[in-house]
Every structure is written in C-alpha cells, then in structure tokens.
C-alpha cells in the first residue's frame, strides 16, 4: 500500500520543537484530515492545544508502508513516526 509522509514541525510551549511524520493512506489529501491526525497525536502527548496548520507539517514524499504502518493504518487511520522532541 502506498503512503503519503507529512513532515510535521510543533513548536512546543518550552520552545523546544516536535518533529514527527504522519504517515496516511496515498488517497487522503486534504491538509485538514491529515491535521486532525496529528492534532490527535498531540493530543495523546499532552499537547492538544499546540498549532498544527499547513506551515507547520508539510507533503513531504511517498513510500509503501510497512507492516507496522499497516496495523496502525488499519487500526486508527494514521501512523506517527517520532523523530525528534516527542517525549
């Protein structure tokens, strides 16, 4: 299956910044989808009220998804890959 990465910079409220990917299904292309996406991680790291609009996460490439990218592609919709300042 082919995904769509989002490259998804959040500035958080210590300033540090959240650098994570959103991985959806190649059909889903609307920025406000793939927004609330990330809005719902954010949120399962106490950090619903950051901004997250089209300055902050970007179309970034597409690749075929791996087997974990599938259960939780299947399971909730999206995938995050965490790369930096996401604890």
Known sequence: MKVTVWDTYVKKQNGETMH???IAPEYIREE????QM???YL???QHADLQ???KEC???HQ???SAEML????AKGYFIIEMEGCD
């Open 20 to 22: 994570f990917d959103i």
């Open 32 to 35: 406000a989808i793939i927004h």
């Open 38 to 40: 990330g809005k719902e």
């Open 43 to 45: 949120a399962t790291k």
């Open 52 to 54: 997250l609009t089209a």
């Open 58 to 60: 970007r179309l970034c």
């Open 63 to 65: 690749e075929i998804a």
């Open 71 to 74: 259960e939780s592609l299947h």
